[in-house]
């Protein structure tokens, strides 16, 4: 081989090698491109920021209590531990609550009602979506049409009749109520309600949601039926 | 002899190390590129060792064969028909040809040269 030919077929095998190696790169590591701006950068980091603050707040609660019952003597420490208790019973929705809220009401349509308009029982569908609205808006306690929900209470159609807790509720208006943690998150939680557009999805059945102005005291009935408890034993070793 | 695979080493060696990387898009021509080139090489190395090698067939076939290429392929994009695959399938067989008849000079090579040096021990 001459020199020249050698010369050239270096010069275009190191241009392959190139090509060869670029390709390489494009094929195995794709730049995974930050398309966020800096408002969307700005609202993660608020998202954080807000976890951080609702765990700090949740630490400095549990340290006061562990205070509390390293501070007491054992009578005051039996009334803490009640105070715990009832603080659970309260959450599960065995004890009645009190607390700023709200209150709304799902009733027919006037203007509909004139016309000779069928009502329709309101629909399960619309019922959960409205308690998973208001749940992911703060709400904390809810009671539809005077039962209250808890973690396991069903919202479903048994024979047409829309159910809450397997009582059937009144078809014609519905009292709905929203206890919050403070007053302002209840305001909050009626701007959001009242701003949401699935109030047009209760017209669609001939419903109409009235939202009422935030409360500052609320009273949610507790759990009227019984737990039942598959899974855990009581454990009596202790005693 | 070694001086063609140093440049291909060094060639890859620079690619990976500068970390170069093309539009995701522009992958497919880039490809087809690399086999009209691997196809000019061994093109050329076979020229060469038939003795019909010239420069100018050489380096206008690098360019002209990477360019018809990608133009192909920028046509079947735009068609809707996948073009490309005539440039690959052209330049697959060509490559196993080069590659075949390449083999078949250096096997008769070597054999020569096996028969000359049995004489020589004669």
Known sequence: MSKKIVTRITIVSFIVGL?????????????ARDT???WAIREELSQEKQKHSELLAEIANYNDVIRQYEDDDETSQAILLNNTVDDLKRQVGLLSVNGPGLVLNIGPAEELKEFGFDIEPIAPDLLIRLVNEIYRYDGLYIEIDGQRLTHTSPIRDINGVTTVNSIPIDKTSIEIKIITETFEKAEKLYGYLYASPFRDDFYLDNLDLKINEAQRDITIKEFDGKFSNDYLVENNKGE | MWLPLLGL????????LTDIQIPT???????????????????????????VYDDKVFLSGFFFNIA???????????LGVDLYLAAIFAFGVRLFQNIAVIRRILIVKWEER?????????
């Open chain 2, 25 to 51: 898009i522009y992958e497919n021509y880039l490809s087809i590129a690399v086999l009209a080139a691997l196809d000019t090489i061994f093109g050329g190395i076979r020229a060469n060792l038939q003795q």
């Open chain 2, 68 to 78: 018809l290429a990608a133009a192909l392929a920028f046509l079947g994009v735009h």
């Open chain 1, 36 to 38: 966020r701006d800096i």
């Open chain 1, 19 to 31: 090509m060869i190696a670029v390709q390489y790169n494009t094929v195995q590591n794709p730049t």
């Open chain 2, 9 to 16: 080493i060094l060639g890859l060696s620079l690619g990976l």
């Open chain 2, 114 to 122: 096996h028969i000359k040096k049995n004489k020589n021990t004669v």
